[in-house]
T-cell receptor
Framework: GNSVTQMEGPVTLSEEAFLTINCTYTATGYPSLFWYVQYPGEGLQLLLKATKADDKGSNKGFEATYRKETTSFHLEKGSVQVSDSAVYFCALSRGGSEKLVFGKGTKLTVNP | NAGVTQTPKFRVLKTGQSMTLLCAQDMNHEYMYWYRQDPGMGLRLIHYSVGEGTTAKGEVPDGYNVSRLKKQNFLLGLESAAPSQTSVYFC?????????????FGPGTRLTVL
């Protein structure tokens, strides 16, 4: 079946540090890939997405590239800020009803 | 434009009690979903709906029922609550016919079953 594996946290960084959160997936065919972010006390919101191999999604300084050969969609940011502290979820969808399959989430804390 | 709203925000139940969680969206979306979020488990799909009057099971449907009598509302019912259903419940909605479209999430309902 379809599944998503992302690096376990928590991750703690200092402001302006480089961030990588690893995500790999297992799926039949060609899924769409997403990163969602959950700020404290809120629901999830889409951070970025990619729909085919070699696509790069980007938003708010975050980037992720759809790598079919390694079945990966790693999230990166060159310089994190305190306001980036949140839980990050990698997810995939396949099929007409667009159901999402989520990874377990990675909690990021950025210290000033 | 309120987006996706959920009622209630918090609830404490005793084992065996029943309750209904209400999700409402004002974006005219066809698709609606119920997820539960548990520590270390991410979000898991309970039930979903691809249109008014239709529902389908997700990954963890046992112990829950749903109804979509109106396009804008998606109800999640617990007939006989169990401690294993202690969780945070999120509703989401999305557009039909738009591959890889964003899902819009509500703020969540925190449910504790004693």
């Amino acid at each position: 079946g379809n599944s998503v594996t992302q690096m376990e946290g928590p991750v703690t960084l200092s402001e302006e540090a480089f961030l990588t959160i690893n995500c790999t997936y297992t799926a039949t065919g060609y899924p769409s890939l997403f990163w969602y972010v959950q700020y404290p006390g809120e629901g999830l919101q889409l951070l970025l997405k990619a729909t085919k191999a070699d696509d790069k999604g980007s938003n708010k300084g975050f980037e992720a590239t759809y790598r079919k050969e390694t079945t990966s969609f790693h999230l990166e940011k060159g310089s994190v800020q305190v306001s980036d502290s949140a839980v990050y979820f990698c997810a995939l969808s396949r099929g007409g009803s667009e159901k999402l399959v989520f990874g377990k989430g990675t909690k990021l804390t950025v210290n000033p | 434009n309120a987006g996706v709203t959920q009622t209630p925000k918090f609830r404490v139940l005793k084992t065996g009690q029943s309750m209904t969680l209400l999700c409402a969206q004002d974006m005219n979306h066809e698709y609606m979903y119920w997820y539960r979020q548990d520590p270390g488990m991410g979000l898991r799909l309970i039930h979903y709906s691809v249109g008014e009057g239709t529902t389908a099971k997700g990954e963890v449907p046992d112990g829950y029922n749903v109804s979509r009598l109106k396009k804008q509302n998606f109800l999640l019912g617990l007939e006989s609550a169990a401690p294993s259903q202690t969780s945070v419940y999120f509703c989401a909605s999305g557009r039909a016919g738009v591959p890889a479209d964003t899902q819009y999430f509500g703020p969540g309902t925190r449910l504790t079953v004693l």
